[in-house]
């Protein structure tokens, strides 16, 4: 793992998982269990990293965005989810996006929530 690289807490890997349900992407089974993920310096957004392959140290850079969907934050805020690949076709990071540019108070812990 890398410095601040850590796993996913549970909330963050539902949503990871429904945004890869979501675009149709075709990941390895074990693809959970792999992924670590590394906070990203976006002023408390909640937006992370995503890496599959820890031994890998190559500069990464973002390709495209697979699927993206919205929820509302515990306090009723829009929060935008945008799940990125990098060049390569492989998960790059999770961009989060609260609609009035305060930090993520919260991930919802139930995928009903997602729209």
Do not use: H
Request: glycine letters at 6%; aromatic letters at 6%.
């Amino acid at each position: 793992m890398k410095n601040n690289s850590r796993k996913a807490t549970k909330a963050e890997l539902l949503l990871i998982s429904f945004l890869v349900k979501k675009a149709n992407l075709i990941l390895n089974d074990n693809w959970q269990e792999d992924l670590t993920v590394s906070p990203m310096d976006d002023g408390g957004m909640g937006s992370l990293i995503l890496d599959l392959d820890s031994d890998t140290d190559a500069k990464r850079t973002m390709g495209s965005q697979a699927s993206e969907c919205s929820f509302r934050d515990e306090d009723g805020m829009v929060v935008l989810a945008a799940l990125n690949l990098d060049k390569n076709g492989k998960l790059f990071e999770l961009d989060l996006w609260r609609v009035d540019f305060n930090p993520l108070k919260t991930l919802p812990l139930d995928e009903s929530a997602y729209y």
